[in-house]
């Protein structure tokens, strides 16, 4: 016995280190997990590592130039990012958006919305074991980032909305284009759930793991799906509606149980329901201008507000304040959903095993650009 | 050299044993002495297979199945209070198990 | 002649890793050179026609007995050296002398009587009604020797039982 | 002395390498299909289709550099892989191929005993891997794997004793034999026990939904995380030929080995013109493709729902597939 | 008929469901469902049985199930015998009777549980329903046997069983102590009965009941002499002492009450507790061969009957009076069996079985009705609130009383008229329980159902509309919210009138010449009590001397005028002067100067019989504790006292002794303590140094060619 590579169970406890390199933390996530054999007993949550400072450099951009630096939080969800702030500073200058404008806004944060769900099923999935689903689910992500290009030039960062209004109009048969893909993820929908909602496997990784009670869920701040898990109705789309989400018509999937699996079927049915949206957006799409009357240089008079929209995370918001002499935001500030989500992780990983770590920390969906930001 | 005889293997497995008695004497490691102690059963079995096959009787190939079968027995059990020695005392050395109660 | 070279090369592997492991500093090699020392036996068991007894001796013992052993060299993992301490009333010297002395003398008694080796008459053969070392092994197993076997399986259902007491944590 | 030496050198020269070569390709077949399941191409640059891609990817891996963790034990670290290969490679001598002596290296009496012991042999190589690695989550892995294996290597022994029942041998061509004796394939008999073989199958090979051991999402790889180069090939190597082996033992045990369907059936003698090998080949391949399949669709168990499986599920079933077996024996 | 194996099994199959599976998993419904059914499934099959048995011409009928122990050559009498048992069961009248019984009355009882144990918790519930059909079980498998040891094997499983029931409510430590001393008495008595077992097959070579009555019959009456056949019968009688409750081993009995109402009814009423009878009755050969041990059960008998119905006299707690009573009852059915009157016995063993198990589940209806009180003093006029348990009480009461022509009546006088045959001082002894069980019962009849109600107060005290109203659904548990006495639920009434009807007509089947019947009963039974042998060869010689029939008449008239009497005492005390038997009940310490000061007017009643009876029973009961006790107290002082002897001897004699071995031994090991290291290997070493030894003696031996 000279070789002694690691007090592994000289303890009943053992610490790991998961991350922040590790296929399944989704970035740049640590875990430090202290384990009794396989059993999680406490975790840390360690976090930062892709810190970059946005919301003190956006305190000296101008107000157009932060719109660029919010495409790099949720860079899966770039556009989301981008409606929330401009509708901040739009609230905060009290400018009113043309119709038209708010309706492909809506249209793109839907596409957004499905666009990050299919990441998360894929990643989720994957997680689990189930390689296929990864695949198929960023097969059709591929197409909502082709009409993404198509619409602004880029592929993951955006930058596709600006204080008042859209920078363009959508191109020509882009909203037919926008409809055939709402007919093919229809399509592929009931595809996903085939090789996963009954497989017995899959239930039995994710039925009854994580379990959260609605007062918990509230008490830790979480939102989005996975509050929404927990049966409690809570959608900013709904509650505070901004851009065109007063006009539609679509209901928000709530869970019963609370588990990983609730969480799962909840964000399917969103696929249905964003499918739905945008929809109902096409069908209704206003004639008009895209853009707002808005001056040459953006300087809100001085004040604070707060403004939050459904990012596919969760509840999204800004924070911003005006001293009205710069051109710049005085101070600048992100409510980040997968931040608050976050927290939860150490409540649902407890008690669990080595193995349901990762499937919990696929089911919050965290995007550490938008932690860390 | 010459024809191998039922007395070759008995040597080899008078040997065998002594080098398991000599590693369960000597060593201090209590994982160690368990194995010299499969060692020695194993000379055992060598002896039986060899005399039936001098005798061209398998009784002794059924009594080296009953060995096989108690040393999976003692290496369960003995191994089962290996750990659980071990995790009240920390150590596998047989000179620091000399109490019969801690 | 090429029995002859067999069991010569299989002695001194089977005694030179039984060497080994009583020797090796580290508890995994002396594992690994246990295994080899199983499985030269079991080729020695070939050699002897007792095919079953080979496959139980790979099955059982290296492939099952011996993994027990490393699982919980595994589990027991020291930060320290496992022999470090030594009690001085240590009688290791005259169990080493007395061990030697006991292989001499067998090794006597063995080459004095090997004379009469021929001498011993064959035992009756087994009336067993069937052939093959599998089949006639099983059929003294399962008639005459059935009462030991079955008490066998039940010693080894009482390890098992107390194994996994005693190796589960507290209760 | 040709008879007896070189022949079987000969023989066990071709089979070794056909073992390593066949592994190779099941590799790229795995890909393709698996590529094919999530509506992609898989390799497709190097030679037609790829089919190079089989050939590449083990000089690739030859020529890597073959790194040895500074902390590891260097023995170990080298002995495990070829550990781990060596009984893969070595089962393969009483595997029948076809019907013609010509197809197997041996044919011993307790066959598949020989089968089953020697393929436990191979848990040494997994549990030294991660003990030499000297890293925390190769040693966690490979004990999982060793139980693992364990396990289910009763499962699987338990249910192979049915078997052995049904056809009142241990070797592998009587086995064989013993279906065409019956005229039908054992697995119209013993389908439960086909299933369990099956299952406890994809769990000893480490394979998708068990693939634990190294689950890349959990455990960043498993026991060969420290690997690279040729010895992480070997283990890869031994994966596969454990997958073959897998195959080629439901093969002869359930499906009939080189027969044809139905082999007492006169009227389909217009079969023989397939040689037996054929037939042997194509059943392997098509358990090869039910396993590559089976992983592209299921997500993975967990560790404790694997045991419990295995202990609550299987062994149970087994045992009482024996009984079974044994009384419809007697009665018969 | 070759199904009769069943009827045992099928109980037994519900216990298992239920203990297996039920704890667990089924509902309180699905438990208590498949307990009655299989309860219900083996009553079918008996009355089948016993139909087909009735038409048969044999009336035997053996069924072997297979060997249960295959032959092992043991020692005998007459050399190495075949001890082989097999699962065989024996149908023949006597067993066919006992099967109704158990299984018409367990049915009953069953499903009169089911409403009785309704407030359990589900796992109580269930476990009581395992428990019972267990018990049932066993007690069919005790009956049915045809063996000794199948018998035996019933016999321990009844005497478990019953102590399960009597503890089960374990948590309460009265109960838990009752079930203890329960089945240590009855080991007491098993003792003696599995010894005479051992003598049995020693001495006959078999186990077999029939085939042991014929080699008993073979052996000449032991009139004078107390041979082997005396022997067996005292060992056996000793098991049947045990489990019947007689004097000594019926303490028990009493205490046994601690259990749920419905297993006092079942199993110390009715059916367990006649085992005992049944064992002797099953053994008549033999206990016909041996006279003296017959006395010997007819004086116990009929002392304990005496006993138990004196203390009766003086009970007030319901179920105790009753468990006296069967004591008392048993005591007659050995009385009858005791003077060879065995088919009287066993008529008394199945009209008992009726009337108490309509007592005691009328008791327990009463009980649960006034929420698990059972004193009697705090009882009364509760024939307002529940009518149906009052008639069929009643009925029970008069049957027991044995008041003509309820069944009590036929069977008792009986016995009565049997033994006044066999011996006078017996009979007037008999005559004396009788008039004394009909006064307790009646006065438990009268405290409980006439007078005043002397109950607790309920939460809204509005008259008997709303207590009426209760019946109906007192099901949501009243033990939190009562709301007074109540009828109780139909599940727990259609027994009892079912069991009223039997209490009514049971007798019928054994009506007497003398009243113009044929005594079918009697008949039926017969061929159960001679050896067969015999029963061919002398054929109507078994005729016992009879009287006239007028005499016998008078006999009756006598016995009923007795009971008549103790009716109208018992009327008198706890009807019309109720305040007196009140005052008698809680002045009891000072019985005596109570009764001479204040009841002038029943002066000479009280001089001559209540006084008596109740001094007598004041003064048994003394005996029982002073006496016994005393005798158990002075064992205990005696032991103390000599425990005192040799604690000095032990201290300076065997301790000056031990101290020297110690002392010496403490000096001696600084020598050897030396070795005792606590290495094992230095043990191994020595070890080896053994074979060394061995292994160079041996060498010396082949060199020196010794």
């Known amino acids: 016995m000279t070789t002694a590579p690691s007090p592994m169970f000289d303890t009943d406890e053992l610490v790991i280190n998961m991350g922040p390199q590790h296929p399944s933390t989704h970035g740049v996530l640590r875990l430090v997990l202290k384990l009794d054999g396989e059993k999680v007993k406490d975790v840390d949550v360690v976090m930062g590592y892709v810190h970059r400072g946005i919301e003190k450099l956006s305190e000296n951009r101008d107000w157009t130039q932060i719109i660029l630096l919010t495409d790099r939080m949720d860079y899966v969800a770039a556009a989301t990012n981008n409606l929330g702030y401009c509708e901040t500073v739009e609230k905060l200058m009290e400018i009113e958006v043309p119709r038209r404008a708010r309706y492909i806004r809506t249209i793109l944060a839907e596409l957004q919305r499905i666009a990050s769900h299919c990441l998360w099923l894929g990643t989720h999935a994957m997680d689990i074991g189930a390689m296929t689903v990864f695949l198929y689910a960023f097969r059709e992500r591929e197409l909502i980032l082709d009409l993404f290009e198509e619409y602004c030039g880029a592929r993951l960062t955006y930058n596709s909305m600006r204080v008042g209004g859209l920078p363009l109009d959508i191109p020509t048969g882009w909203d037919e284009k926008v409809r055939a893909f709402c007919d093919v993820m229809e399509a592929k929908v009931p595809e996903y759930e085939e090789l996963l909602t009954n497989n017995r496997i899959w239930l039995e990784r994710t039925r009854g793991i994580g379990v959260i009670s609605a007062e918990d869920a509230i008490g830790l701040g979480l939102c989005g799906p996975p509050l929404r898990g927990s049966a409690v109705y809570r959608d900013v789309r709904k509650d505070e509606p901004y851009a065109a989400y007063d006009e539609f018509d679509f209901e928000v999937p709530l869970g019963t149980r609370g588990d990983t699996y609730d969480r799962y079927l909840i964000r399917l049915e969103e696929f249905r329901q964003s499918i739905r949206i945008i929809r109902q957006a096409l069908d209704g799409l206003p004639e008009g201008p895209v853009m707002g009357k808005v001056p040459r240089l953006l300087k809100p008079k001085a004040g604070e507000t707060y403004h939050a929209i459904e990012s596919p995370k969760g509840e999204l918001g800004y924070f911003i304040v005006s001293d009205g002499r710069a051109t710049n935001p005085y101070r600048f500030r992100v409510r980040p959903p997968s931040f608050c989500n976050l927290q939860g992780l150490r409540p649902l990983v407890i008690g669990h095993l080595v193995a349901d770590v990762v499937a919990l920390i696929g089911t919050i969906d965290v995007v550490l650009g938008e932690v860390d930001r | 050299m010459m024809e191998i005889t039922t007395v070759h293997y008995t040597v080899l497995s008078a040997a065998l044993f002594s080098i398991g008695v000599i590693g369960v004497l000597v060593r201090r490691n209590i994982i160690i002495i368990f194995m010299a102690i499969e060692l020695m059963l194993n000379a055992v079995n060598i002896n039986l297979v060899a005399h039936a096959h001098r005798l061209e009787n398998l009784v002794g190939e059924v009594f080296v199945v009953f060995v096989i079968a108690v040393a999976a027995a003692e290496a369960a059990v003995g191994l089962g209070i290996i750990l659980a020695f071990f995790r009240n005392k920390e150590t596998v050395n047989i000179d620091e198990m000399n109490v019969m109660r801690w | 002649m090429a029995e002859t070279i067999g069991f010569y090369t299989l002695s001194v592997l089977i005694l030179g890793l039984a060497v080994l492991v009583v020797t090796a500093k580290n508890t995994v090699h002396s594992i690994l050179f246990l295994v080899m020392n199983f499985l030269c036996v079991a080729v020695l068991y070939v050699v002897l026609q007792a095919e079953f007894l080979a496959v139980i001796q790979v099955l059982v013992y290296a492939g099952g007995i011996v993994v027990l052993y490393l699982i919980v060299v595994m589990l027991v993992n020291l930060k320290g050296e496992a022999e470090a301490h030594q009690d001085p009333r240590r009688l290791s010297v005259i169990g080493l002398a007395l061990a030697g002395a006991v292989l001499l003398e067998l090794a006597g008694i063995l080459v004095y009587s090997s004379g009469s080796d021929a001498a011993v008459p064959s035992s009756e053969a087994v009336a067993s009604p069937v052939q093959g070392n599998v089949e006639e092994l099983g059929w003294l197993l399962y008639t005459d020797y059935l009462i030991p076997f079955e008490v066998a399986s039940v010693l080894l259902l009482v390890a098992m039982i107390g194994a996994i007491l005693l190796a589960r944590r507290e209760v | ?332 | 008929m070759d199904l009769i194996w069943l009827i045992p099994v099928l109980p037994g199959v519900g216990a298992a469901l239920n203990g297996i599976l039920g704890v667990r998993y089924f509902s309180k419904t699905v438990a208590a469902g498949i307990a009655c059914a299989t309860m219900g499934g083996s009553l079918l099959l008996s009355v089948f049985a016993f139909v087909q048995l009735l038409g048969a011409e044999h009336r035997e009928h053996v069924v072997s199930l297979g060997d249960w122990i295959p032959p092992i050559p043991l020692q005998t009498v007459n050399g190495l015998g075949a001890f082989e048992v097999p699962w065989a069961f024996r149908l023949d009248p006597l067993s066919g009777m006992m099967i109704l019984i158990v299984t018409g009355i367990g049915f009953l009882i069953h499903l009169y549980s089911s409403a009785y144990m309704s407030h359990e918790p589900r796992g109580g519930y269930v476990r009581f329903f395992c428990y019972l059909n267990l018990f049932c079980f066993f007690m069919l498998t005790l009956v049915l046997g045809s063996t000794f040891l199948v018998m035996f094997v019933g016999w321990e499983g009844v005497g478990l069983c019953s102590y399960l029931l009597i503890g089960f409510w374990y948590h309460k430590k009265s109960a838990a102590d009752a079930g203890k001393k329960a089945f240590v008495v009855n080991r007491v008595g098993d003792f003696g009965f599995v010894l005479g077992v051992f003598l049995i097959f020693f001495t006959f070579g078999t186990l077999d009941f029939r085939e042991v009555a014929e080699a008993a019959a073979q052996l000449p009456v032991e009139t004078a002499t107390f041979g082997v056949l005396s022997t067996i019968c005292l060992l056996l009688f000793i098991g049947a002492v045990g489990k019947s409750a007689q004097i000594p081993l019926y303490v028990w009995l009493p205490d046994a009450m601690e259990g749920p109402t419905p297993v006092s009814a079942l199993i110390h009423a009715a059916t367990m507790v006649t085992a005992g009878v049944y064992m002797v009755g099953r053994n008549a050969v033999l206990f016909s061969q041996a006279p003296m041990i017959m006395t010997t059960v007819a004086t116990v008998g009929v002392v304990t009957a005496l006993l138990a119905a004196t203390i009766g006299l003086v009970q007030t707690d319901i179920k105790k009076v009753l468990a006296y009573s069967t004591v008392s009852q048993l005591g007659y059915m050995f009385l009858a069996t005791g003077v060879g009157a065995f088919a009287a016995a066993a008529f008394h063993l199945m009209t008992h079985a009726f009337f108490k198990a309509l007592l005691f589940l009328g008791s327990g209806s009463v009980i649960h009705a006034m929420n698990d009180e059972q004193d009697m003093q705090k009882m009364g006029g509760m024939k307002l609130y529940m009518p149906v348990t009052f008639v069929t009480m009643f009925v029970g009461s008069v049957a027991i009383a044995g008041v003509p022509p309820f069944s009590g009546f036929f069977s008792k006088d009986e016995i009565l008229y049997r033994t006044f045959l066999d011996n006078k001082l017996l009979w007037g002894l008999a005559v004396l329980t009788a008039g004394m069980t009909a006064f307790y019962m009646f006065r438990l009849i009268f405290m409980t159902f006439f007078g005043e109600y002397r109950g607790p107060s309920w939460g809204s005290q509005n008259g008997d509309d709303h207590a009426a109203d209760d019946g109906g659904h007192h099901d949501d548990g009243h033990a939190h919210a009562w709301h007074g006495p109540h009828e109780s639920p139909s599940l727990m009434t259609g027994p009892l009138m079912v069991l009223a009807v039997g209490a009514c007509v049971a007798g019928f089947v054994g009506i007497p010449a003398a009243l113009g019947g044929d005594n079918a009963i009697e008949h039926f039974l017969e061929p159960a009590f001679v050896a067969e042998s015999a029963a061919h060869s002398e054929e109507g010689a078994h005729e016992v001397a009879h009287l006239s029939h007028a005499a016998e008449i008078g006999l009756m008239a006598f016995s009923v005028l007795i009971a008549a009497f103790g009716i109208a005492l018992a009327y008198h005390l706890y009807v019309r002067r109720p305040e007196r038997s009140k005052e008698l009940a809680t002045n009891w310490a000072g019985a005596h100067r109570v009764l001479t000061n204040k009841y002038y007017v029943d002066e000479a009643y009280n001089a001559t019989l209540v006084k008596g009876t109740m001094g007598g029973a004041r003064g048994l009961w003394t005996v029982d504790r002073k006496v016994v006790d005393g005798a158990v107290n002075g064992t205990g002082w005696f032991t103390r006292a000599s425990a005192w002897v040799s604690h000095v001897l032990d201290k300076y004699v065997v301790d000056g002794l031990v101290n020297l071995v110690g002392w010496v031994c403490a000096e001696g090991s600084y020598i050897f303590r030396r070795g005792q290291t606590g290495l094992i290997q230095n043990y191994a070493v020595a070890a080896l140094f053994g074979v060394f030894t061995f292994v160079t003696v041996y060498l010396v031996a082949r060199f020196v060619g010794l």
Not at chain 4, 146 to 154: F, H, P, T
């Open chain 4, 1 to 332: 002395m040709i008879d007896t030496i070189v022949i079987p050198l000969l023989k066990i020269a071709v089979l070794v390498n056909g073992v390593l070569v066949a592994v190779t390709f099941t590799v790229l077949m795995e890909r393709k299909v698996i590529a094919w399941a999530q509506s992609r191409l898989g390799p497709m640059r190097v030679g037609p289709y790829g089919i190079l891609q089989a050939i590449v990817d083990p000089i690739k891996l030859i020529l890597k550099e073959d790194i040895t963790p500074a902390k590891a034990d260097k023995w170990m670290f080298t002995l495990a892989p070829i550990l781990s290969l060596v009984p893969a490679l070595v089962v393969f001598a009483v595997v029948p191929f076809g019907g013609d002596e010509l197809f197997y290296v041996t044919d011993i009496n307790v066959g598949l005993l020989f089968i089953i012991a020697v393929t436990s042999i191979g848990v040494y190589g997994i549990i030294l891997a991660g003990w030499a690695s000297n890293s925390k989550y190769p040693l966690l892995a490979s004990l999982r794997a060793s139980a693992q294996l364990i396990s289910y290597e009763i499962a699987v022994t338990m249910t192979l004793v049915s078997v052995i029942l049904t056809a009142g041998t241990l070797s592998m061509i009587g086995i064989v034999e013993a279906q065409q004796e019956a005229g039908f394939w054992f697995f119209f008999v013993q389908p439960v026990a086909f299933v369990l073989v099956l299952i406890g199958g994809l769990a000893e090979t480490n394979r998708a939904p068990f693939d634990m051991p190294e689950a890349e999402q959990e455990l960043t790889g498993g026991f060969h995380t420290e690997y690279s180069g040729m010895r992480f090939s070997m283990f890869f190597l031994a994966e596969y030929a454990n997958m073959l082996v897998i195959s080629a033992v439901v093969v002869v045990l359930f499906w009939g080995g080189w027969l044809r369907p139905f082999p007492n059936v006169a009227a389909l003698s217009f079969l023989d013109f397939i040689p037996s090998w054929v037939w042997f080949f194509g059943k392997m391949f098509g358990f090869l493709y039910l396993f590559i399949w089976i992983r592209a669709t299921l997500p993975r168990y967990r560790y404790d729902q694997l045991m419990r499986l295995g202990w609550k599920i299987l062994i149970p079933i087994a045992i009482g597939n024996i009984v079974v077996t044994a009384v419809v024996k007697v009665l018969l």
